[in-house]
């Protein structure tokens, strides 16, 4: 699938506020296919969403654990499926966590060949919206793995393993439970925006220059005409760099709740990775984004996007959640902190793979802009309130750099190793940026 891009628009660089709305009331949940050849998609949308019941596999019909009839593994074998490019693991409550392994391997589509096994991240109930928030507590929640990209594909198998009982370190007879309902989601981003007029051009370079243009973008970025005049106004507000659309994306908006809620200011912006896998081509990464769109929100039942910006291997930054890019829209990335701040996620697995120096560009230029509009010092330090559900109990106050990682917050991998281990130097070139240095 090609992504293109294709909308005209220019936002204000205004860091205008909102007082929250009431969130409308989650869509009720369409009934989901029973597991079949090609079981039918949930709905007419563009794209699709294939959703199957795991079963025990071989000898875990024994059962383990607390739970009557709980099985040790559950999975599917090798099957035929409709075409998909994005795989998740979802159960019924999102509560619970899983405590095990998911691996799948697919079949490409191109040349029917199989993929190894590949590990799908389990710990994902970290991201999500605040306890006691409606998005928190809505009904239609599910507990998910992270999503995992794969490319076009049209056949699956899967495994899912629960890991054995310990204390103290002493292994135990038996295996920790595996969350109820779990079912694979098979995801299809959709064919892409329909291009701009004009004439086509070559797929994007392997690392874009700093503020390049996407190509057949250049009407389907927020420009940066108004950052110079902003910045003189304004000290320490970084340029405001290129950001496509979630219409240039292909954002599908029936899908999402309707209404907008925000924040109060964003003080903190807390830097992720999506977990999904770098085996992506940059002009696929709007298919990588509508993926994820429809698995936070069709899968996992979250009211939109949860991240607020997205970042992909090449730099190019994108529009996350709805809402406007100038304001403090409220997201569903850092669970327990997601009041006054604001989510980045860099599209891919940075756990033993070293972040492009093009990430850090963008995720430097990005806050020194998005941080600048509320007066906040990149390189500084900022106080907020848990809203539990994290390492910290809720009503405690958690002093964060300005420019955080996801584990900061709560015990996660999350946004990997090595680029965890970049933050620093973000953070001192986004100050660069605000021309504080």
């Given at each position: 699938m090609r992504a293109s891009i294709a909308s005209t628009i220019a936002a204000a660089?205004?860091?205008?506020?909102?007082?929250?709305?009431?969130?409308?009331?989650?869509?009720?949940?369409?009934?989901?296919?029973?597991?079949?050849?090609?079981?039918?998609?949930?709905?007419?949308?563009?794209?699709s969403t294939q959703s199957l019941p795991l079963r025990p596999l071989g000898a875990s019909v024994r059962t383990f654990g607390t739970e009557p009839g709980a099985a040790s593994e559950l999975g599917l074998t090798r099957r035929d499926v409709r075409p998909f490019s994005l795989v998740?693991?979802?159960?019924?409550?999102?509560?619970?966590?899983?405590?095990?392994?998911?691996?799948?391997?697919?079949?490409?589509?191109?040349?029917g060949a199989w993929s190894p096994w590949q590990d799908v991240e389990t710990h994902h109930t970290e991201h999500g919206a605040d306890p006691g928030t409606a998005e928190g507590s809505a009904r239609a929640l599910r507990g998910s793995t992270a999503p995992l990209w794969v490319g076009d594909s049209d056949g699956v198998e899967i495994r899912v393993r629960a890991e054995e009982r310990t204390t103290d370190g002493a292994t135990e007879e038996g295996t920790t439970p595996l969350p109820a309902g779990?079912?694979?989601?098979?995801?299809?981003?959709?064919e892409p925006p329909d291009p701009a007029p004009g004439p086509r051009t070559a797929a994007l370079p392997a690392v874009l220059p700093d503020a390049a243009v996407l190509p057949d973008a250049k009407t389907a970025v927020l420009t940066e005409a108004e950052a110079a005049g902003s910045a003189a106004q304004k000290p320490y507000i970084g340029p405001r760099p290129k950001i496509v659309t979630r219409k240039g994306w292909g954002a599908d908006e029936s899908i999402r709740?309707?209404?907008?809620?925000?924040?109060?200011?964003?003080?903190?912006?807390?830097?992720?990775?999506?977990?999904?896998?770098?085996?992506?081509t940059c002009?696929?990464?709007?298919?990588?984004?509508?993926?994820?769109?429809?698995?936070?929100?069709?899968?996992?039942?979250?009211?939109?996007?949860?991240?607020?910006f997205a970042v992909d291997k090449c730099g190019n930054i994108y529009?996350?959640?709805?809402?406007?890019?100038?304001?403090?829209?409220?997201?569903?990335?850092?669970?327990?902190?997601?009041?006054?701040?604001?989510?980045?996620?860099?599209?891919?697995?940075?756990?033993?793979?070293?972040?492009?120096?093009?990430?850090?560009?963008?995720?430097?230029?990005?806050?020194?802009?998005?941080?600048?509009?509320?007066?906040?010092?990149?390189?500084?330090?900022?106080?907020?309130?848990?809203?539990?559900?994290?390492?910290?109990?809720?009503?405690?106050?958690?002093?964060?750099?300005?420019?955080?990682?996801?584990?900061?917050?709560?015990?996660?991998?999350?946004?990997?190793?090595?680029?965890?281990?970049?933050?620093?130097?973000?953070?001192?070139?986004?100050?660069?940026?605000?021309?504080?240095?």
């Open positions: 660089c205004a860091a205008a506020l909102a007082l929250p709305v009431t969130l409308a009331a989650p869509a009720t949940a369409t009934a989901r296919p029973a597991a079949a050849a090609f079981p039918p998609a949930r709905d007419e949308l563009p794209g998740g693991v979802v159960w019924d409550d999102p509560a619970v966590p899983l405590h095990g392994t998911v691996q799948v391997r697919t079949r490409a589509t191109a040349d779990l079912r694979l989601e098979l995801v299809d981003p959709g709740e309707k209404a907008f809620v925000y924040t109060r200011t964003i003080k903190t912006a807390f830097v992720h990775h999506s977990a999904t896998g770098n085996n992506y002009g696929e990464a709007p298919s990588v984004l509508r993926s994820i769109y429809r698995y936070h929100v069709k899968s996992s039942g979250w009211r939109d996007f949860g991240y607020n529009e996350g959640r709805a809402g406007g890019v100038t304001k403090p829209v409220l997201g569903a990335h850092t669970l327990g902190f997601n009041t006054d701040s604001m989510g980045v996620a860099v599209l891919g697995t940075f756990t033993s793979t070293t972040p492009p120096a093009a990430v850090l560009t963008a995720v430097a230029r990005l806050t020194a802009w998005k941080l600048g509009l509320h007066g906040v010092d990149p390189e500084g330090t900022q106080t907020l309130v848990s809203g539990g559900g994290n390492l910290y109990k809720k009503g405690q106050k958690v002093k964060f750099h300005t420019i955080a990682g996801h584990r900061d917050g709560y015990a996660t991998e999350c946004p990997g190793g090595r680029l965890y281990s970049k933050l620093g130097a973000a953070r001192a070139s986004s100050a660069k940026y605000q021309g504080r240095s």
